[in-house]
């Protein structure tokens, strides 16, 4: 299997390119638009076809290039089923794997970020979105998020894979890459050590954390699966990119 870890500095978000080495074909969880030059040349780099952009929720922090790698290269959007975003070619949903040449993509449903949000497992690797980070989670105040449904998110799906599975997160701001389940269940400061669904509740409550700035442009743009406003204040025009004038034509 090929892989890679991809990172985009603005919203500190990883993007990741899992390629099977037999028959080429690629999928890409959580491609960010303002980074799809970059993602292009690595299908080319690996000699891999891009099948599916895939998300795991609709993100508040970045837009997705789901929509542009499309048009681009004719892969398919493949998004949560409870999305239910028009512009998915399919939906992913619990219990009905996704093949892509020698790689099984098992969907989990792990609420809580957002209602709809989806981790995604293949082989002894969990791609976490938002839900889990290393040494913390997802924000639960916006976008109908609930700290109750991510505790148990948490600790029903992603906590009862064996120990040994490795959490590769949406997001990190401190330069780590990844983590265990092991790892995460004996030190997250939020959900480790045995808490309590009430501790956890408590510990979200009191965040205080700011309105995320890009939210009211990235949501919209999100829910059509990549469609950059044109009405960008200047300090927010590098979150998109200037996809018209990419080195890509």
């Given at each position: 299997?090929?892989?890679r870890q991809?990172?985009?500095?603005?919203?500190s978000?990883y993007?990741?390119?899992i390629?099977?080495e037999?028959?080429?074909?690629?999928i890409?969880?959580?491609?960010?638009?303002?980074?799809?030059?970059?993602?292009?040349?690595e299908?080319n780099?690996y000699g891999?076809?891009?099948?599916?952009?895939?998300?795991?929720?609709?993100?508040?922090d970045h837009i997705t290039s789901a929509?542009?790698?499309?048009?681009?290269?004719?892969?398919?959007?493949a998004n949560?089923i409870?999305?239910r975003l028009?512009?998915?070619?399919?939906?992913?949903?619990e219990?009905?794997p996704l093949?892509?040449?020698s790689?099984q993509?098992?969907?989990l449903h792990?609420p809580?970020?957002?209602?709809?949000?989806f981790?995604?497992?293949i082989?002894?690797q969990?791609?976490?979105?938002d839900?889990l980070?290393v040494d913390g989670?997802?924000?639960?105040?916006?976008q109908?998020?609930?700290a109750?449904?991510?505790?148990?998110?948490?600790?029903q799906?992603?906590?009862?894979l064996?120990d040994d599975?490795l959490?590769?997160p949406?997001?990190?701001y401190?330069s780590?890459?990844?983590s265990?389940i092991?790892?995460e269940?004996?030190?997250n400061?939020r959900l480790?050590a045995?808490?309590k669904v009430?501790?956890?509740i408590a510990?979200?409550?009191?965040?205080?954390?700011?309105?995320p700035?890009?939210i009211?442009?990235?949501v919209?743009?999100?829910?059509m699966c990549?469609v950059?406003?044109t009405n960008l204040p200047?300090?927010l025009?590098?979150?998109c990119?200037n996809i018209?004038?990419s080195?890509?034509?």
């Amino acid at each position: 299997m090929i892989f890679r870890q991809l990172f985009e500095p603005l919203s500190s978000t990883y993007t990741y390119l899992i390629g099977c080495e037999v028959t080429g074909k690629a999928i890409l969880i959580d491609p960010v638009v303002a980074t799809l030059d970059r993602d292009l040349l690595e299908l080319n780099k690996y000699g891999l076809t891009l099948e599916y952009a895939i998300d795991t929720h609709i993100h508040a922090d970045h837009i997705t290039s789901a929509l542009e790698l499309k048009k681009r290269l004719g892969s398919k959007i493949a998004n949560p089923i409870l999305d239910r975003l028009p512009c998915a070619d399919i939906y992913l949903e619990e219990d009905k794997p996704l093949t892509i040449g020698s790689i099984q993509l098992i969907s989990l449903h792990t609420p809580g970020h957002t209602p709809g949000h989806f981790s995604y497992l293949i082989n002894n690797q969990v791609f976490t979105g938002d839900s889990l980070l290393v040494d913390g989670c997802g924000r639960t105040d916006f976008q109908n998020g609930s700290a109750e449904q991510l505790y148990h998110s948490i600790h029903q799906k992603l906590f009862s894979l064996p120990d040994d599975y490795l959490v590769y997160p949406g997001h990190d701001y401190q330069s780590r890459y990844i983590s265990t389940i092991a790892q995460e269940k004996r030190r997250n400061p939020r959900l480790g050590a045995d808490k309590k669904v009430e501790e956890f509740i408590a510990i979200m409550d009191n965040l205080n954390l700011p309105y995320p700035k890009f939210i009211d442009y990235a949501v919209p743009g999100n829910k059509m699966c990549g469609v950059c406003p044109t009405n960008l204040p200047d300090n927010l025009e590098s979150y998109c990119g200037n996809i018209l004038e990419s080195i890509q034509g």
